[in-house]
């Protein structure tokens, strides 16, 4: 990484926390406390990249009417241990899902798969009417704070993914080339001790695509293990290749163009990697300008 920093990355790197130390005389860029940096000057817009291909928006899918009797009713819940999975039902009943509030109805009720049994709130969030966002931010399977408040990327690990959006122009109440939709791969806290298995990443994946057909995003931020391995799907050769050696590329997930890096949580346990972070984030910020 050059150490010839422009405005816009002095500012990105304070947004994010990241110490920088120069050889030189020049001022050391120190982190500034949470509040205060809600009060710091803007970010300039960063100058357009032509480096890479701009990428074309997903089509949306006709939206085809559902029979009522293959619904799950809203609050029904299973009994512990169901692991009983209706691909069906799930794929059906998204497809005549419009609105935001009918498609966070529909995965509250979800039973598809044994995820379900031991969550106390879905964290798939839509606004109504739903809004473009050019950024969607794709994390891991819920944490207990996720789970418990029913949205992703909360508590401290919120936090600091809203500085990284604001260091990039972009918040998650925005729209545009300034919104940003956060998600996570699986929309139910898997059980204590133990990791979502393939076929329930696969049998939570409609909802993304739903999410995905509604957002319409311009670049997908894939952020930890599961994320990245849902993202990369087309990409076999690559998936399963460690963090480091996936960074830097870009991918492709469903035609939309998908920068990997760091979660949140796991930069808040090893900030030495916030650096590498802010380089993905720079990676993703030329994809949207160019």
Known sequence: MSLDLDDRQRAMLQ????????????????????KEQATQARVPTPPPAATLAAPQPT????????????????????????TTTPAAVTALDLQGLDSGSALRQSAAACRAC???????????????????????VLGDPPDADEDRLGQPFVEQTGVLLDNMLKAAGASRNGQGRQGAHLSNVVKCRPPVGR??????????????????????????LALGRFAVQLALE????????????QRGRVYRYRGIPVVVSYHPTALLRTSANKAKAWADLCLALDVLES
């Open 195 to 220: 990791l979502p298995q393939a076929s329930e990443l696969a049998q939570c994946a409609p909802f993304l695509q739903r999410e995905i057909e509604t957002v319409q995003p311009k670049v997908i």
């Open 114 to 136: 044994g995820l379900c049994s031991g969550r106390k709130h879905t964290t798939l969030q839509l606004p109504d009417p739903p809004v473009q966002a050019d950024w969607l």
């Open 15 to 34: 947004e994010m926390g990241v110490r920088v130390w120069l050889p030189s005389a020049e001022p050391v860029l120190a982190a500034a406390p949470a």
């Open 234 to 245: 087309e990409h076999p050769q690559d998936a399963a290749l460690p963090l480091d050696k």
């Open 59 to 82: 089509a949306r899918v006709p939206a085809q009417a559902a029979p009522t009797s293959a619904r799950t009713p809203v609050g029904a819940y299973p009994d512990a241990g169901v």
